[in-house]
């Protein structure tokens, strides 16, 4: 899609790897600048942080996941995936974090809005058909990255709608969370 000016473009039949790339790049972290440290536990099946752990660069261990504040995170491993396990980091409380290696991290370009994509990813549709596209053996399957690339969208909206939808679709999540401790 490149360069294309989505407000007045709807584009039909696209895929997600056209909205986002996967497992970015990092950028350099200072060893006493403060991350997010943000583990499988720590994300709720219906896609909220439960638990944001602080703590400096130099406390965190080599092999973990790197992501940044809007960055979209996608459980990778059954039955996390399954179960909805994924986060938009629009809220996280610092500019940089790190995370289980379970988890796929999509950072959204120019032409998306991060709770947009992270709404596409929480759908049944969207975890129903990456489901069925797992790859290893019981108890050990993973989705692809090039399965959540490839995942086709019927339709992308303008920026402007992505945030309309994303803003309707959070304003639901927070009503039902009040509902729900009522």
């Given at each position: 899609?490149g360069t294309m000016?989505n407000?007045?473009?709807?584009?039909?039949?696209c895929?997600?790897?056209?909205?986002?790339q996967?497992?970015?790049?990092r950028k350099?972290?200072g060893?006493?600048e403060?991350v997010?440290?943000?583990?499988?536990?720590?994300?709720?099946?219906?896609?909220?942080?439960?638990?944001?752990?602080?703590?400096?660069y130099?406390?965190?261990?080599?092999?973990?996941?790197?992501?940044?504040?809007?960055?979209?995170l996608v459980?990778k491993i059954?039955?996390?995936?399954?179960?909805?396990?994924g986060?938009c980091?629009?809220?996280?409380k610092?500019?940089?974090?790190?995370?289980?290696?379970?988890?796929?991290?999509?950072?959204?370009?120019?032409?998306?809005?991060?709770?947009y994509?992270?709404y596409?990813?929480?759908?049944?549709k969207?975890?129903?058909?990456?489901?069925?596209?797992?790859v290893?053996?019981?108890?050990?399957?993973r989705?692809?990255?090039?399965?959540?690339?490839?995942?086709q969208l019927s339709?992308?909206?303008?920026?402007s709608e992505?945030?309309?939808?994303a803003?309707?679709?959070n304003?639901?999540?927070?009503?039902i969370?009040?509902?729900e401790?009522?």
């Amino acid at each position: 899609m490149g360069t294309m000016d989505n407000e007045k473009l709807r584009i039909e039949n696209c895929q997600l790897g056209d909205l986002c790339q996967i497992s970015p790049s990092r950028k350099p972290i200072g060893d006493d600048e403060t991350v997010t440290f943000i583990g499988m536990e720590d994300v709720s099946g219906d896609g909220k942080i439960i638990n944001h752990n602080l703590l400096p660069y130099s406390k965190t261990k080599n092999g973990l996941t790197h992501f940044e504040k809007n960055d979209v995170l996608v459980a990778k491993i059954t039955p996390c995936f399954e179960n909805g396990k994924g986060a938009c980091l629009d809220n996280l409380k610092t500019e940089k974090g790190f995370g289980s290696t379970e988890f796929h991290i999509l950072r959204v370009n120019n032409n998306s809005v991060p709770r947009y994509i992270f709404y596409h990813t929480q759908s049944e549709k969207f975890r129903r058909k990456l489901a069925a596209e797992m790859v290893g053996s019981a108890g050990q399957k993973r989705v692809s990255a090039s399965a959540i690339l490839n995942y086709q969208l019927s339709i992308v909206h303008s920026r402007s709608e992505q945030t309309a939808i994303a803003t309707a679709l959070n304003d639901a999540d927070a009503l039902i969370t009040q509902l729900e401790k009522l």
